[in-house]
C-alpha cells in the first residue's frame, strides 16, 4: 500500500504516477480514431476537427497536445482537459498548480518541428507543482479555443486532482493539507467508493480466512501460499457468517451505502436485501495502486452445491444495463492480476494463466501478470501494450497439459507481442514424477498421445489428466526454488524455436515438408539475421547435408506464395506451433 504523502509535490507526483494512455482510453475511449505504439490519435472533444485524430496522446512520453486547440499537458491536465474543456496552469498563491512553458523546450519535448499550434506546450518533469514558476502568455486565439481558459478555475483543477487520486489510491488532497473545500464529481466518487468498499470487503474476507482454521490449512495445503502473502495481498474467505458482510460495511467506519455496495460486489434483492456476490468461496482481491479494484473467488468444499457455483473460479458481475445496471463501470474484468507491476517498467515481465500461479511467482520476487485465463483477450493489448513499453523479454508460463490448452493461448499472446516488437518466449514448466506417471497411464490405458484433444474421455481418464497437469503454483508449492525457476527463464524458446526442436534426424523424409511449411512461414517473418540463424537450426535438426539452407530459403518464399495464394489457408498442417494452435481452446482453471 503507499504510504501517505508527506507533502503535496510528493503528492502530485504520486497521483501522476499513471499511464497516460490508460487514462486517455478511459476518459477518450470512442473517440481514439488510431491506436499506434507510441501514440492515440484521437478526436479532441474540445473542438471540430475534420481529420478527427488532431488529438495526440503520446504513450512514449506520457504526454498530450491537441494541434487544433495548441494545447497540452500531462496527465493531470488532460483529465482537466477532457472532462472541463480546459487546462489550468499556475498561478502564484495557487501553490501546487504552477506550470512552466518554455517554446523551444516544447518542441524538443513533442519531437517535432515548432509550427503556431505546437508552441506553448505545458511542459512537465519531476518539479512543477509545489515551486510557482512565471508562466508565459499564451496567443490569444489559442486561449480562445478554451471554454474555462485560466487556473483561477480551481473546480477544474480540484476535479482532475482527486480524479487522479482516487485513481492512484489516496485520499483527497483536501484531507491532507489544508486546502479550500471542494465539491468532487459524484462520477468519481463514486468509483472511489466502491474501491473503498472493496478494500473494507477484502479486509473482512480476510479475517474470516485467517479466523477459520480449517478453511486456512486447507488453502495453505492446497495451494502454498505464505502466510505473509495472505496477509499482504488480503487473500480471504467469503463466508456467509453473522453479520453479514454487507451489514458490517454499512454499519463500519466506511458506513457504505446499499447503493454503493450494489455497485461494488453484491446483488440488490426485491426485498431491499443484499446478497453477496461470493459464497464459500477463497477471494483473491485485486490490488491497484493501493485499493481493491477487483475480486476473483475460488471454489472450495465449504462452496454451496448449486448450479450457479459449479464454475472453479467466478469474477465479481461487471456492468451491463440487462441485469446489472446496479454495477459501477469501474468494476471492470479486463484488468489483469498484479498489473500494476507494470507501472514500475520491468525489462521482463512473466504473464502466467491463474491467480495462485501468479501469487507464487510474485511471493518468488518475479515480475509477473496474469490475465486469470489461458490468454489475454485480443481487445485488452490495445491497453495493455503501451504498459509494456520498455519490456524487453515476456516470459509466457502457461499450465503444462496434456490438451495443451495453455500452449493455445501462449502461442497466440507470442504472436501479437512479437508484432510489437516484444520478445516473447515460452517458458515450459517440467513434468515432476507425478505428471509423469500419469501421462504414462493415460497412454497406456487410454491411448491418450501428447497433442490429443483430451475431452471425450471416462472419468478415470479425468483424474489421470488433472494429475498429468502441472503449473507454476504447484512448480513451487512442490518444494521448487527461485533459482529453479530462473532456470526454466533461461531454457525459454521462442514458438519457432521450440517447432524447430521438434524436428530430429528421425523425422521422415515423407513427412519433412509438410513439418517445415509452418515452421518456414514463421521464420519468414524474421529479420534476414534472425532468418539465417533458423534456417541453420532447422538443419541442424533434421542433420546436415540431408537439406542444403539455400534449398531451405527457397522452401521458405515458397511457402509463403503458397500461403498467400490459398487466402486462408490453415496454419494447422503441420505439427509445429501452429498446429498446437489449432487444437482447442478451452480454458482451464487450477
Ligand atoms: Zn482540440
Ligand atoms: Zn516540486
Known amino acids: 500500500m503507499t504510504a501517505p504523502p508527506v507533502d503535496v509535490h510528493t503528492y502530485y507526483r504520486q497521483i501522476t504516477d499513471v499511464d497516460i494512455g490508460e487514462v486517455a482510453r478511459e476518459l477518450l475511449g470512442g473517440r481514439i480514431a488510431q491506436d499506434s505504439r507510441q501514440t492515440l490519435f484521437c478526436d479532441c472533444p474540445n473542438h471540430r476537427s475534420q481529420s478527427h485524430r488532431s488529438l495526440h496522446i503520446m504513450l512514449d512520453k506520457q504526454g498530450w497536445y491537441c494541434f487544433g486547440c495548441g494545447v497540452g499537458g500531462d496527465v493531470l491536465q488532460l483529465v482537466e482537459f477532457v472532462h472541463d474543456g480546459a487546462v489550468t496552469r499556475g498561478q502564484s498563491g495557487g501553490g501546487q498548480r504552477s506550470r512552466r512553458f518554455g517554446n523551444a523546450e516544447a518542441a524538443n519535448w513533442l519531437g517535432k518541428d515548432q509550427g503556431n499550434r505546437e508552441r506553448e506546450v505545458v511542459l512537465l518533469g519531476a518539479c512543477l507543482h509545489s515551486h510557482p514558476q512565471e508562466l508565459k502568455s499564451r496567443t490569444s486565439s489559442d486561449i480562445n479555443l478554451l471554454r474555462a481558459k485560466n487556473g483561477l478555475d480551481n473546480g477544474v483543477h480540484f476535479r482532475a486532482r482527486d480524479f487522479l487520486a482516487a485513481r492512484a489510491g489516496l485520499p483527497p488532497l483536501s484531507k491532507l493539507a489544508s486546502g479550500s473545500p471542494e465539491a468532487a464529481e459524484e462520477a468519481h466518487q463514486l468509483t472511489l ?170 511471493e518468488h520476487g518475479f515480475p509477473v501478470v496474469s490475465p486469470v485465463t489461458v490468454q489475454i483477450r485480443e481487445a485488452d493489448w490495445e491497453r495493455l501494450l503501451p504498459k509494456l513499453a520498455g519490456v524487453k523479454t515476456v516470459f509466457i508460463c502457461q499450465d503444462n497439459e496434456v490438451s495443451k490448452a495453455g500452449m493455445t493461448g501462449a502461442l497466440r499472446t507470442a504472436r501479437i507481442l512479437a508484432e510489437h516488437g516484444i520478445l516473447t518466449t515460452l517458458a515450459i514448466l517440467p513434468l515432476g514424477e507425478k505428471q509423469q506417471e500419469a501421462r504414462r497411464q493415460l497412454r497406456e490405458q487410454f491411448g491418450v498421445g501428447a497433442s490429443d484433444d483430451a475431452k471425450s474421455l471416462p472419468l478415470e481418464a479425468e483424474a489421470l489428466l488433472a494429475d498429468a497437469k502441472i503449473d507454476v503454483n504447484e512448480f513451487f508449492a512442490s518444494g521448487k526454488t527461485a533459482a529453479d525457476f530462473e532456470a526454466i527463464l533461461e531454457a525459454a524458446q521462442t514458438p519457432v524455436e521450440l517447432a524447430i526442436g521438434e524436428l530430429s534426424a528421425e523425422t521422415p523424409e515423407a513427412d519433412l515438408g509438410r513439418l517445415l511449411d509452418p515452421i518456414l512461414a514463421e521464420v519468414r517473418r524474421l529479420d534476414p539475421i534472425e532468418q539465417d540463424r533458423h534456417l541453420r537450426l532447422i538443419q541442424q535438426r533434421v542433420g546436415k547435408g540431408r537439406v542444403p539452407v539455400s534449398v531451405l530459403r527457397r522452401q521458405m518464399k515458397v511457402v509463403e506464395i503458397s500461403r498467400k495464394g490459398t487466402g486462408k489457408r490453415s496454419r494447422a498442417s503441420g505439427r509445429g506451433p501452429a498446429a498446437v494452435a489449432a487444437i482447442n481452446e478451452n480454458d482451464s482453471g487450477d
Open 193 to 362: 467508493r466502491v474501491h473503498e468498499a472493496l478494500t473494507a470487503l477484502a479486509e473482512i474476507y480476510h479475517q474470516r480466512l485467517i479466523g477459520n482454521a480449517e478453511v486456512l490449512t486447507w488453502f495453505r495445503d492446497k495451494y502454498g501460499i505464505g502466510q505473509e502473502t495472505i496477509e499482504r495481498l488480503k487473500i480471504g474467505f467469503a463466508d456467509t457468517g453473522d453479520p453479514g458482510a454487507a451489514r458490517l460495511l454499512m454499519e463500519g467506519p466506511g458506513a457504505f451505502t446499499m447503493r454503493e455496495l450494489a455497485a461494488a460486489a453484491f446483488r440488490p434483492t426485491a426485498q431491499d436485501g443484499l446478497v453477496p456476490s461470493f459464497d464459500g468461496r477463497i477471494v483473491f482481491p485485486y490490488w491497484s495502486r493501493g485499493r481493491v479494484v477487483f475480486m476473483i473467488g475460488r471454489r472450495t468444499p465449504w462452496t454451496p452445491d448449486h448450479d450457479w457455483e459449479k464454475s472453479k473460479y467466478k469474477k465479481l458481475a461487471v456492468r451491463n444495463d440487462r441485469n446489472h445496471s446496479h454495477v459501477a463501470p469501474c468494476i471492470r474484468n479486463d484488468v489483469l492480476y498484479n498489473e500494476d507491476v507494470l507501472l514500475t517498467r520491468p525489462e521482463r515481465i512473466i504473464i502466467t494463466e491463474g491467480v495462485t500461479d501468479c501469487i507464487s511467482l510474485m
